[in-house]
C-alpha cells in the first residue's frame, strides 16, 4: 500500500492496540526461548555429561540431595526427572509456536500429548523426591514446589479435557496456565538471580541455608506471578479497551525486561560457568 493510500484508509485503532500486545507477547516468547534454551543446553552439557561419563555422583555438586549410592529409586526418580525436563522445557517450547499448529497439526497433538505425559510424571517424580529426600529450603518451598505439583496435574487434566472436548480457546487458556505451572522451575532460577543482579548480592534470605522471606515470597511467586500476569493477558486481550491493551503490553515489556535481567544472571552465575 502507498503512503497516500494509508493516510486515507487509516489503521483503526483496535487493530493498532491489539497489534501492540501481540508484539510484547511475541517478544515475551522470544526472551524465554532463549532463557530456557541456554537451560536445556546447562541441563545437558552438566547432568548429561556426569551420567554420560558414568559419575552420577557429580551432580551433587549442585544438587543438595543429588546422586545417593545404594538408593536405587531414589536415583532413578532424580535422574528420569533431570532427563525430562530437557524434553518437556524443548516440548513446551515448540507447542507455544503458533505456525506449528497450522503447519503441522499431527506434531502439535503428539508433541501435546507428550508435554503433557512428561510434565504429569515428572512432578510426580518431583514430589517424590521432595517427600523422601528433601530439598533446599524451608517449609514454604515444600508447600509451594506442593502446590506447583498440583497445579500441573489439575491443568493438565483441563488442557487435554478441552482439547477433547474441541472448545480450543479454553484449550489454548489451560495449555498456556500448564506451561505457566510447568515452567516454574525455570522462572524460580531467573527470578532468584534478577533480583541478585538488581539487588548486587543476596537480600532478604541467607545464601548459605538458602532460607529467608524472599525465598519464601518467592516458593509461590514462581508460579502465581506468571499465572497473574498470563490472567491479565488474556482479559487486554478480549478487552475492547484501548488503554486497558496498552498498559498490559507495557507491563509485559517491562516483565520481560526484567526477566531479561534474571536470564543473563542466571545464565552468567549457575548455567554457562558448569559446562
Ligand atoms: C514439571 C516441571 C519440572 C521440571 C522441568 C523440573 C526440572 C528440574 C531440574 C532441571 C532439576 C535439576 C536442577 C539443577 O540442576 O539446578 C530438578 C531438580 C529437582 N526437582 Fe524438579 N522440575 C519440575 C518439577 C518439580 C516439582 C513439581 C517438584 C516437587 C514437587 C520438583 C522437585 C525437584 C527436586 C526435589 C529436585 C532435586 C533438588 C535437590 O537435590 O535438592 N521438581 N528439577
Known amino acids: 500500500m502507498t503512503t497516500a493510500a ?17 508484539v510484547a507477547a511475541a517478544f515475551w516468547f522470544a526472551v524465554t526461548a532463549v532463557g530456557q534454551s541456554l537451560f536445556v543446553l546447562y ?24 546422586y545417593v549410592p545404594g538408593d536405587l529409586l531414589g536415583n532413578v526418580a532424580l535422574f528420569m526427572h533431570i532427563a525430562f525436563a530437557v524434553a518437556i522445557i524443548g516440548g513446551g517450547l515448540l507447542q507455544l509456536l503458533p505456525q506449528l499448529r497450522t503447519i503441522a497439526p499431527r506434531l502439535h497433538r503428539w508433541n501435546g500429548r507428550s508435554y503433557v ?14 517427600l523422601t529426600r528433601g530439598t533446599v529450603g524451608g517449609p514454604f518451598m515444600y508447600a509451594g514446589m506442593t502446590l506447583d505439583a498440583l ?10 479435557r478441552e482439547a477433547r472436548a474441541r472448545r480450543f480457546d479454553s484449550h489454548r487458556r489451560w495449555a498456556l496456565r500448564l506451561f505457566m505451572a510447568v515452567s516454574a522451575v525455570w522462572f524460580f532460577r531467573v527470578g532468584l538471580m534478577g533480583w541478585l543482579v538488581i539487588n548486587g548480592g543476596p537480600v532478604g534470605f541467607d545464601p548459605v541455608s538458602f532460607r529467608g522471606p524472599f525465598l519464601d515470597v518467592l516458593a509461590f511467586a514462581q508460579y502465581l506471578l506468571p499465572l497473574a500476569v498470563l490472567e491479565l493477558y488474556f482479559r487486554a486481550q478480549s478487552s475492547r479497551n484501548a488503554l486497558a491493551s496498552r498498559v498490559m503490553a507495557a507491563g509485559l515489556l517491562a516483565a520481560t525486561a526484567f526477566m531479561g ?13 558448569r559446562l
Open 6 to 22: 494509508a493516510t486515507s484508509f487509516p489503521i483503526p485503532h483496535r487493530v493498532r492496540h491489539t497489534s501492540a500486545l501481540k
Open 43 to 66: 541441563i545437558l552439557g552438566f547432568h548429561g555429561r556426569a551420567l554420560v561419563q558414568g559419575q552420577p555422583e557429580a551432580v551433587n555438586k549442585v544438587l543438595p540431595k543429588g
Open 117 to 130: 505425559t512428561l510434565a504429569v510424571v515428572s512432578s510426580l517424580a518431583g514430589m517424590f523426591m521432595m
Open 151 to 160: 497445579l500441573v496435574l489439575a491443568f493438565a487434566c483441563l488442557t487435554v
Open 261 to 273: 535481567v534474571g536470564i543473563f544472571g542466571a545464565a552468567m552465575g549457575m548455567w554457562l560457568p
